[in-house]
């Protein structure tokens, strides 16, 4: 299995559910092949307020330091364990579409199944759940009396609260990196709750599983940190789409080379059998640069150069063609 992603907003429940589905799964897994592992802010001893772009100048705030280096720890922490014989629970925001792209190209690489585990809740009571938490932290600074909820957890600032709803991707399960998609809303019972568990142990670890297997466009990969990355980005990807449009044939179709640097390999887009005009390029251009913009804070992870993300773009097509 297998990575389960977990997404949703902050004070969401979102521990409650991982807790749950880790119970679940403790419970099935003997007699398997697998380990299981539960990954957590909390169990990195990551702050709530390295999510907090309130302290960072506004030109800035797309390269928020802690925030990215957060990121590496836990995808360094997942990347350890994560195999086809280890379960790992990813419980956190996982908010960015991009950062839950490369967390599945990273199960794809290591030919098991990732999924999307979503916790719906709606805005106003995960905002109850986070002052709750504001209430019983100042009352504890206070000296005001122990706590008896149970619910010890760090709150957020509620500045970074809002923040963080808003910058919430929702996962689209019309994507790869976001199905199967699986969701779980605060009211559900417990009967409800094991429904949805059975469903995503059927599919990603029972006889229904999917077998994986990886390519080029789901390896992993990092960022250029020396270079000016989305300018080559940009580049490589406009230079792709030129080549595109002057290679394929009147009628579409057909083959396009993409030589990589030096001419050491050449890539091959295999285009559908009809013309393709430049606003879908560009469309799938848009999409790719949107998956694979900087901010995501793997760079100390690999290093992606030019023809990496050439080879990575090429492959992003052929994925999108491949179903015509
Ligand atoms: N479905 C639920 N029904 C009732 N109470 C819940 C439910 N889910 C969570 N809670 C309560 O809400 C509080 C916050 O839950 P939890 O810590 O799971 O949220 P979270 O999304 O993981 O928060 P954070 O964003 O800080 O990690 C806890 O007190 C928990 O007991």
């Not at 709530?48 to 506004?58: H, I, K, M």
């Not at 640097?261 to 469309?283: D, F, H, N, T, Y």
């Amino acid at each position: 299995m297998p990575l389960i992603i977990l997404t949703g907003l902050p004070t969401s429940g979102k521990s409650t559910r991982a807790k749950q589905l880790h119970d679940y799964l403790a419970e099935r897994i003997p007699g398997t092949k697998y380990r299981l592992h539960l990954i957590s802010d909390d169990s990195l001893s990551i702050s709530r307020s390295v999510y907090d772009l309130s302290t960072v100048p506004v030109h800035t705030r797309s390269a928020n330091a802690s925030e990215k280096d957060a990121r590496a720890a836990i995808y360094g922490a997942v990347k350890r364990v994560l195999s086809d014989k280890d379960i790992v629970i990813l419980d956190g925001l996982n908010y960015i579409k991009g950062w839950r792209y490369q967390l599945h190209c990273e199960a794809k690489a290591v030919r098991t199944p990732s999924c999307i585990l979503q916790i719906g809740c709606s805005k106003e009571r995960a905002q109850q759940v986070n002052e709750d938490r504001l209430k019983r932290s100042q009352a504890t600074a206070d000296e005001e009396g122990a706590d008896t909820t149970g619910d010890t957890a760090e709150p957020y600032e509620p500045a970074n609260w809002e923040n963080l709803v808003f910058r919430h991707e929702e996962p689209n399960p019309m994507t790869r990196w976001d199905s199967p998609l699986f969701t779980i809303i605060w009211e559900d019972d417990d009967e409800q709750v094991k429904k949805t568990f059975d469903s995503l142990w059927e599919a990603v670890a029972g006889d229904g599983r999917k077998i994986i297997r990886p390519n080029q466009a789901t390896e992993p990969r990092g960022r250029d940190a020396s270079g000016d990355y989305l300018y080559m980005l940009d580049r490589e990807t406009q230079d792709i789409v030129k080549r595109i449009l002057d290679q394929q044939g009147d009628d579409g179709g057909g083959e396009v080379r993409v030589s990589l640097s030096g001419g050491k390999k050449e890539l091959v887009v295999e285009l559908p059998a009809r013309k393709i005009g430049l606003p879908e390029l560009q469309r799938h251009r848009r999409a790719f640069m949107g998956l694979n913009r900087g901010g995501i804070g793997l760079e100390k992870v690999t290093n992606m150069a030019a023809d990496s993300l050439r080879e990575s773009f090429v492959n992003y097509l052929n994925n999108a063609f491949e179903n015509e």
